[in-house]
């Protein structure tokens, strides 16, 4: 028995399933879950000795790889300054100035902890400012764990295939299919909305691209009908590009949620937007939103640091560059598996599916139990990957060509090997 399974066997007598968030237990593929000794730069090492290309980076924070020198400095001078106060800190000024630089949308910006806290907090801000109760959601896209947003979810919601939650709260919630504008506009005429919520470019069920103008129809429309638009930029924030999908897209929400990257590995999440809505926050106006470990002076330092080397020049052309390389490589063991690769910038999935999914009912008709062995597999080979159907991976930075002629080639005979 291998010292992971020894360790998930006791993991399980006391926490829930061995893991500490779903999506982590390897329940829908293969094997089980690697324990994670320590991960340095693009590779993770195992508690057995294993050691793999890692295209998951902590689901998507860390761009830079682990265990960056610069934020590992960064973070162990803050340490060294005390971990938390619980009151209003210089660093915090100096990264929410760096944020509203970098996203179109944000004039003001709130630190919280987690991406969750970030879409749930601005989804009442957005309840608040409006003074409506309903927010409209897209099927497979995937906001956290609260009661407004775990209907027709994608991430481990849909890799258990539960339409949502039990226990949950949500009689507000509206949902139409992702890529479909007629659907969600229909809900907006028909109901006085106070938000739509979406990753703009899904992650969650997958990496599933927007459709030409979907995004910018969605501006029109929310602007039409007093809605407010919310881009959940969590996995999209400073990845696709510094100013996340809505630089790349061009079109400018209301409000944004970011987390992941912008705390560098570390628990910080955001919300921000237009002013005047933002106004609307505690303690200036009534919506009341709070947190203890809001603005965290070492999540605040891993954040900062992360940033900074974003901001070097040709740092997203050099990203997009390397994803481009291992796509141009898969493609043809891709195509001669009849699969199909899905990629946007740095975030991309290998959907078992002739075609890229554009919506989540496509998604649901890929060949799962062929993407289990394929997942197997590719471990075996030295390449970890998320382990569901409806996660993308995501490229750090610092692959070099011969890590990409390395991932191609596992990626390659994995393919081969979870042929039926
Ligand atoms: N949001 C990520 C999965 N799509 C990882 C967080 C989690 O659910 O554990």
Redesign the pocket.
Known sequence: MSTSSELLAQARRVIPGGV?????AFSAVEGDPPFIDRGEGVHLYDVDGNRYIDLVGS??PLILGHAHPFVVDAVRAAMARGASFGAPTEAEVRFAEDIVAAVPSVEQVRLVSS?TEATMHALRLARGFTGRDAVLKLDGC?H??HDTVLVSA???VATYARPGSPGILAPATLTAPFNDLDAAVARLEAHPVAAVILEPVA??MGCVAPAPGYLEGLREACTAHGTLLIFDE??TGFRLALGGAQERFGVTPDLTCLG?IVGGGLPLAAFGGRREIMQRLSPVGPVYQAGTLSGNPLAVAAGRATLQLLREPGFYDHLEHISEGLEARLAGPVARAGASLSRVGSMMTLFFRATPPRRFAEVKECDFERFARFHRACLEEGVYL?C?Q???AFLPALLTDEDLDQTAAAIARALARSAA
Do not use: D, T
């Open positions: 500490n968030s779903p999506v982590r689901w998507g991406g995937y956290g764990a994608g991430s481990g992650g969650n969590v996995m992941k998320p569901s409806y996660e993308a």
